[in-house]
């Protein structure tokens, strides 16, 4: 599917306020992928594509999360300044459940300094030590590539995207197609640039 230009994403303006709108739309796809968002939305192929975007930040594959239900996604974000940290609560097909804590760093015009992520892991960390949570760290930029942030990632153990490497991922199998709803179609099927 071609994209089109985002007429809600690009203004002309190059403040810093874009990465808190991603901030947003990334707990909000999150929050979709759960059992609520099909209860909310009632829309299956919005909230597929939603699971599958949770699947690929959550296990790096677009289909492990078939194995599972969704119980639960609760989000928060600037979280003592971490972007956005997310709980999970997943059921496997045991009927046990499987707790997930994620912590995302996003990156629209920046780039990552004062170790950051070496520093809000260890926070992280700190609140869920006693925790029965399996913990991820994922880093999230709309740049094109890292730059040196791919080093940083490495070294504090998070895996790194651009939002074309989550799509791509995310529509490896099948092509995302418009959902028909408006906010997701806008901010993962258009263009930025």
């Known amino acids: 599917m071609e994209s089109k230009r985002s007429f809600f994403m690009v203004d002309s303006s190059s403040s ?3 990465e808190i709108v991603v901030d947003y739309f990334l707990s909000w796809t999150l ?17 597929c594509y939603c699971r599958r975007i949770l699947s690929v930040l959550l296990f790096d594959n677009p289909s492990k999360i078939k194995e599972y239900r969704i119980k639960s996604v609760k ?36 780039r990552l300094h004062g170790n950051q992520l070496e520093r809000y892991k260890e926070i992280f960390e700190a609140e869920y030590h006693d925790s029965k949570f399996n913990l991820r760290y994922v880093y999230f930029t709309c740049h094109d590539d890292f730059g040196d942030d791919k080093v940083s990632c490495n070294e504090n153990g998070f895996q790194a995207y651009t939002m074309d490497d989550v799509y791509n991922k995310a529509s490896e199998y099948e092509e995302f197609e418009l959902t028909g709803n408006a906010l997701f179609d806008e901010f993962w099927l258009s263009s930025w640039g």
Request: charged residues 35%; glycine residues 6%.
């Open 75 to 110: 989000t928060w974000k600037q979280w003592k300044q971490i972007d956005l940290c997310a709980e999970i609560i997943l059921e496997n097909k045991s009927g046990e459940e499987e707790k997930y804590a994620l912590l995302m760093e996003n990156k629209v015009y920046t």
């Open 31 to 47: 929050r979709c992928a759960s059992d609520g968002g099909l209860e909310y939305y009632n829309n299956e192929r919005l909230v």
């Open 16 to 18: 810093d306020k874009k």
